[in-house]
């Protein structure tokens, strides 16, 4: 068979439609890839970097994790080796994942690992041309300064930078090239329906390894460097037990976890018994080596964590109320009563209410003076009046010298400052949770109900049996969109804020905006920012972990 033939055998009319099929597809979303990359990956990235460096107005020295460091304290290492260790455990679970697959189809795609590898390499290039890329436009400014400032010698200022940094964008733009040609050659080498599926994975593979190993390095020197510095001044920070500590301390968890989970599937007393009492001195014992991070957590930023502690008692405060509330509303606007249209309306418009507006309504309510508002319904009750947003005690503690008792700091409360503002965020809030009540009680069968009442239902046993479970979905997403809300709640905290109230309203966002334009301390800001991401993130995953595995679909 001649080439022309072996070509014509490749490239078959039905093979280019599916290619010119997939270019065009691509070319669709590319615009939607390149935006998500300007405005959203890309702004992350480099805050990333900005958090790595002394940046104050300008950037000066790579610091590594001492943002990090001064932020949570030596617990920065410790995640840093669990998010390493994380990303080699997924490389043993993406190979797994493929070997199932192939195994399914009985194909042998392990001729997909080249090209899986250069498509990774893609994005290390990538990585790295940046690294290098950015410190070039930035010294832009630095260089302008005392010349004319003109088009010009802009463009020949960014001609420049682009110039020091070719060889970085030639290897990507080498790789790139290599990585489409390899990708698309090996679909033709490798003839499975899968084989996307296949290279993607395979780049997983590849990427979650290079993660893994690059991170725990560069973590593992850092860690060097720091007992470097502490020699100087002849003390030891404490990394390694620290990590050895917790992460034995997470090893006994973990298998406390399986003896608990298997002693269900004991069929002997004796086992079973075992099982448990074994899981339970485990347990304990876990408990008491993690009990290391609250000595780490105390040598970080005292800032952080009494911006945490706001945010928690803000989250607490808001969210089971709010969601509450919304419930009870929602099931009372469902029945066929008269006007129930306009109360939908009522009960709406809060939420679409400018929020400046509404926090100046509400300063005006809880105001200080004996004259205010709520001040003089609580004098008609015969209670006494309260400063309000002016107060920085805790509700509790309130409550307890009002009967003369001694109540510890530590069990305060949340400010009685912050229960204003977790009123007005309840009272804007309640509206959108309740139509969206509304919208998932509109979706559950009459039907339902109606064969219930039949049984000799009452009016709760239907609300716990057949609208509380099929609320479920909803309620899971009202919760998790309520609980990011709240920790990352800024503008309305901001507007009520008081300094007598003495940082009792200042959620973490408010630490982080404070550091970032009053403080000016913008690579510190950034870590503190990553910080809440992670703590966020880690919110999210217990949220899935508990409420999401118990909602019922249908």
Known sequence: ?????????????????????????????????????????????FALYVSLHRWRIKRTDYIGLANYTRAVGNLTYVLLFFIALGALVAVYFLFRKIIKKARENGEKPWLLILPG???????????????????????????IIGQEKTRELF????????????????????????????????????RTPRNSFYQSQFMLVWLSLAAGIGLAYYTYSQVLAAYAAAMETNTDPGIWPQVITISAGLFLLGIAWVLWEG???????????????????????????????????????????????????????????????????SIL?????????????????????????????????????????INMVLQRLGLEPQAWLFESKGVFEIMAAGQGWDWPAWAAGPSLALVVIIIHSIWTYVGYDTVIYLAGLGNISTELYEAA??????????????????????????????????????????????????????????????????????GYASAMAFVLFAIILFLTYINNRTQGSKVFYG
């Open 333 to 373: 606007l469902f029945q066929k009563l008269k006007g129930s249209e306009f109360f939908r309306m009522v009960f709406f418009l809060p939420y679409v209410t400018p929020f400046i507006a509404s926090a100046a309504v509400f300063r005006q309510l809880f105001s200080n003076r004996e004259t205010g508002p």
């Open 263 to 329: 002693a269900s599937k004991e069929s002997s007393n004796l086992h079973f018994w075992g099982r448990i009492l074994g899981a339970m001195f485990l347990l304990v014992g876990g408990w008491l080596l993690i009990g290391e991070i609250p000595q780490i957590v105390a040598l970080g930023d005292e800032d952080i964590w009494l911006g945490l502690k706001v945010t928690v008692f803000f989250s607490l405060g808001t969210v089971p109320f709010q969601l509450s509330i919304s419930m009870f509303l």
């Open 1 to 45: 068979m001649g080439i022309s033939e072996g070509i014509k055998s490749v490239f078959t009319p039905r093979r280019l439609r599916n290619l010119r099929e997939s270019l065009t597809g691509y070319l669709f979303i590319a615009p939607a890839v390149l935006l998500i990359f300007l405005f959203g990956i890309f702004p992350v990235g």
């Open 453 to 522: 009442e039949i049984d000799g239902a009452n009016a709760w046993d239907s609300f716990r049996y057949i609208t509380f479970p099929l609320l479920s979905p909803t309620t899971y997403f009202l919760s998790l969109i309520a609980i990011i809300g709240t920790f990352k709640a800024f503008a309305t905290i901001w507007i009520f804020r008081e300094s007598l109230a003495l940082g009792t309203v200042d959620t973490f966002s408010v630490a982080i905006f404070t550091e970032f334009f009053e403080k000016l301390r913008y």
């Open 155 to 190: 463009n020949q200022l960014l001609s420049e930078a682009f110039q020091e940094v070719k060889p970085q964008f030639n290897l990507f733009f080498w790789l790139l090239l290599a990585s489409v040609v390899l990708g698309t050659a090996f679909i033709y080498l490798v």
């Open 117 to 143: 590898v250069v498509h990774a390499s893609v994005f290390g290039a990538l990585l790295r041309y940046l690294w290098f890329q950015l410190p070039t436009f930035l010294a832009i400014g630095d260089k």
